[in-house]
Antibody
């Protein structure tokens, strides 16, 4: 069974940094692209980016809205996906989800809430 | 960015009624590999989004055949025949052809 479990959310001050994690299980992690998506309360989701699979060199793509501030990485020995977020702003407040590729967006985690506020 | 225009923003339905949701994209969603990467997702209250349909009309495993997707190029439709209570929530279209991937604003399906 595919499982994705996000963690690391919480309250952070504007200008601060935060790293989110996504623990993956139930599939061969290196075979799949992995995505990050966020959703502000009451609004539509927003795709943030993805990191490709082993066959495609683990390269990344980002939404221009977060490029340069957010970095996606993965630890393939631990089946972990990460989202490093820097220079956080109030408008980054949202629930953050990881999702699996290979038939993308078929599997989502339960999300972790990030609140940017002083 | 590709803009996904989803209508209507909300629908009030009775159980057993059929409904359709429209999603129009600002660019053709036909990819270089000739596939069209248009997805439909449902977000039930308090839950993560769940994909129902991919590549315009292919149902995900376990999705009832009351759901169907159609369309091409820039114009897509999700139809739900005989709505059931478990179908209530917010439906989103999502294009996965052009980077950055983009979502529609959502259609909230509520009970009449």
């Amino acid at each position: 069974e595919v499982k994705l479990l996000e963690s690391g959310g919480g309250l952070v001050q504007p200008g601060g940094s935060m790293r989110l994690s996504c623990a993956a299980s139930g599939f061969t992690f290196t075979d799949f692209y992995m995505y990050w998506i966020r959703q502000p309360a009451g609004k539509a989701p927003e795709w943030l980016g993805f990191i490709r699979n082993k066959a495609n060199g683990y390269t990344t793509e980002y939404n221009p809205s977060v490029k340069g501030r957010f970095t996606i990485s993965r630890d393939n020995t631990q089946n972990m996906l990460y989202l490093q977020m820097n220079t956080l702003r109030a408008e980054d407040t949202a629930t953050y989800y990881c999702a699996r590729g290979g038939g993308p967006f078929a599997y989502w985690g339960q999300g972790t809430l990030v609140t940017v506020s002083s | 960015d590709v803009v996904m225009t989803q209508t209507p923003p909300s629908l009030s339905v009775a159980i057993g009624q059929s409904v359709s949701i429209s999603c129009k994209s600002s660019q053709s969603l036909v990819a270089s590999d000739k596939n069209t990467y248009l997805n439909w997702l449902l977000q039930s209250p308090g839950r993560s989004p769940k994909r129902l349909i991919y590549q315009v009309s292919k149902l995900d495993s376990g999705v009832p055949d009351r759901f169907s997707g159609s369309g091409s190029e820039k114009d897509f439709t999700l139809k739900i025949s005989r709505v059931e209570a478990e179908d209530l929530g917010v439906y989103y279209c999502l294009q996965g052809t052009h980077l950055p991937y983009t979502f529609g604003a959502g259609t909230k399906l509520e009970l009449k």
